[in-house]
């Protein structure tokens, strides 16, 4: 997929240093996301605790995202996505109307979980 890159390739490449120097200028909106890829992504896919993309080119996130639940449902198989995400109406709307629902609040209360029957 065009404009998809995997931290799991990046780290199999040993490119580390690179993604790093990369990432040197990038600044999100949400400060938690944009320190996740500079200091945790690395580590957290080597340990697998999670798998991180970034996406660009005009990729839609969510439907990629989606695409790759598929996938991994076809291999392991399962019935629901789980997501996190922030407790802002825009950030709910968006997914609600991507076939998510909510859940519950996580257990500090800071985010809400979503899911979405496949």
Do not use: H, P
Request: overall charge neutral; hydrophobic content about 40%; glycine content about 4%.
């Amino acid at each position: 997929m065009v404009g998809k890159i995997s931290v799991r390739e990046v780290i199999r490449r040993k490119e580390e240093i690179k993604f790093l120097n990369a990432l040197e200028n990038f600044i999100c909106q949400d400060k938690e996301v944009e320190i996740f890829l500079k200091e945790k992504a690395l580590e957290f896919d080597k340990r697998n605790k999670s798998r991180t993309y970034l996406l660009i080119d005009g990729c839609v996130i969510l439907d990629c995202a989606i695409s790759d639940i598929y996938r991994v449902q076809k291999i392991v198989g399962s019935r629901i996505a789980f997501l996190e995400c922030a407790d802002n109406v825009k950030v709910v709307n968006f997914y609600e109307s991507n076939g998510f629902a909510f859940l519950q609040k996580s257990d500090d209360g800071e985010y809400l979980q979503m899911i979405r029957y496949l």
